[in-house]
């Protein structure tokens, strides 16, 4: 028992170097001409537009439900002045940059794992070595960094649509008006303090691609490989993007302790 266990730890963290390895060699290829420009922009297309309509429900939804627990909180201490102020601050540092994050590993990096690991298995990146082409920098390098691209794009997107569900929450039960409601929803926030959130979800962006493309660009077993890989792209994505959150957060305290007061 005790030898398997060690076995499987052995294999987990030969597993975490190889992805490391695979990660810092896609930043390292990125800085070498040629670019794919355009492969780029088209899985700026994929990953980030496209999921636009999924950040924005759950932003809304996220900013009503968030608006809703807040009032029934604050209203206690007759504090219901703040909920707009809470709820931005809320927003910006916390909820929209993990939840962002956790919903494009579902959506983005099951669909990263599957494509690649489809193409592997029919032989498809063989065949693009053969002609010449880099597959790693065309097929690795290009979604890595459009995840890096699109995910702090898409987190402040997710933050305006909640701080618009908590207004609409907001004037449904107490009739607010919308100058009101965002002049205070703003008036505790400068813009420096949304520039470490945000940052911090470019990290999960690169998360997100090296895992998805990793396990992705190596997959093997047929069909039943690309689903493993589908499936194991976005577990280890949302595992390391809490554990990292973790650590960015502290971070994020110790750099700017003003900011986060």
Known sequence: MIERFGALVVAGLAAAGDMSLFGLRALREALRPPLEVKELVRQVYEIGLRSVPLIAVAGFAVGIVMSMHSRSSLERFGAEALIPSVLAISLAREIAP?????????????????????????????????????????????????CIIAQPILTIFMSFTGIVGGFVAETVISNLSFQLYFDRAFSGMEFVDYIPATLKTAVFGFIIGTVSSYLGYNAEGGAEGVGRASTKSVVFSSILLILANVVLVKVIIFLFPDRMR
């Open 98 to 146: 993990l939840v962002t994050g956790l919903l494009v590993s579902g959506r983005v990096g099951a669909g990263i794992g599957a494509e690649l690991g489809g193409m592997r298995v029919t032989e498809q990146i063989d065949a693009l070595e053969s002609l010449a082409v880099d597959s790693f920098k065309y097929l690795v390098v290009t979604r890595v960094f459009a």
